[in-house]
């Protein structure tokens, strides 16, 4: 498993100045609600699509960290971290050239929650289109607004073909919650595609979770003003 791996060798040779990079913190008190697929999907978008990317997995049952040790792809690096270390390894990210950082996070911890959207640009928040989940979707869209960071929620594993997504963003815009325009529906190639250490986007290229993913990624770079791709010379 990482602990704190690549982030400090990227420094060997770059010059980069980091100051573009952007934090997303993917947060949700619910378990299972999608934080993990999210942040494995967003950061290969961004790893694809030549952006220096790591994901900080906060959560001790270290989900993101499994699927980054079976990950055959260099990028996004994955790196295990304690909350408390989390100005230090955003810090040492910065320095060494990251571009992007996803925030991994654990379900009912608040204190983990609340200091990663302190640090982000943008927090999204996975959400089940269920009643259950969109009950408790409450006391995470409270920590945000505790941190005054911009919060999305992203329905998630919504069933295609149904009008049950567009109810819910319908009802959390009601309530004063702010909804992604794009959402993820309930498909085998997000489940499937980790298995191995991938993502949709590369289990099943040109599918439609991969075609879902790459618009919330374009939409989430509109958000932090990040560049959907690097510059060339992050390319070669
Ligand atoms: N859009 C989707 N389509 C199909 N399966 C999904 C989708 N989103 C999540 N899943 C599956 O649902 C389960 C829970 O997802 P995930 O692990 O990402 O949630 P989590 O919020 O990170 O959970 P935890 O709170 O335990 O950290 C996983 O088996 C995952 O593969
Ligand atoms: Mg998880």
């Given at each position: 498993m990482w602990t704190c791996g690549h982030i400090l060798v990227w420094s060997c040779g770059r010059v980069d100045t980091g100051q573009g990079m952007k934090t997303i913190a993917i947060i949700s008190q619910?378990?299972?609600?999608?934080k993990t697929t999210l942040a494995v999907h967003l950061a290969t978008a961004a790893a694809l699509s030549g952006l220096t990317t790591a994901i900080i997995d906060?959560?001790?049952?270290?989900t993101a960290a499994s699927w980054g040790d079976r990950?055959?792809?260099?990028?996004p690096e994955v790196i295990s971290g304690q909350a408390a270390r989390l100005p230090t390894l955003i810090e040492a990210a910065q320095a060494n050239g990251a571009d992007c950082i996803i925030l991994d996070t654990a379900p009912n911890a608040d204190q983990t929650a609340l200091r990663a959207a302190s640090v982000a640009d943008l927090v999204l928040i996975p959400c089940r289109a269920a009643m259950f989940d969109l009950e408790a979707i409450k006391t995470t869209l409270t920590l945000a607004q505790i941190a005054h960071k911009p919060a999305y929620v992203v329905l998630n594993a919504v069933p295609p073909r149904s009008g049950i997504g567009r109810e819910a963003a319908e009802g959390l815009t009601r309530q004063g919650a702010q909804v992604a325009p794009v959402m993820l529906s309930q498909r085998v190639a997000f489940a499937?595609?980790?298995?191995?250490?991938?993502t949709a986007q590369e289990f099943e290229p040109g599918g439609k979770a991969a075609e879902e993913i790459a618009e919330l990624y374009r939409w989430a770079c509109g958000r932090v003003d990040m560049p959907a791709s690097a510059p060339a010379r992050k390319v070669a």
């Open positions: 619910k378990g299972g609600a999608g906060l959560d001790p049952q270290g990950r055959r792809a260099g990028e499937h595609g980790v298995i191995d250490g991938r």
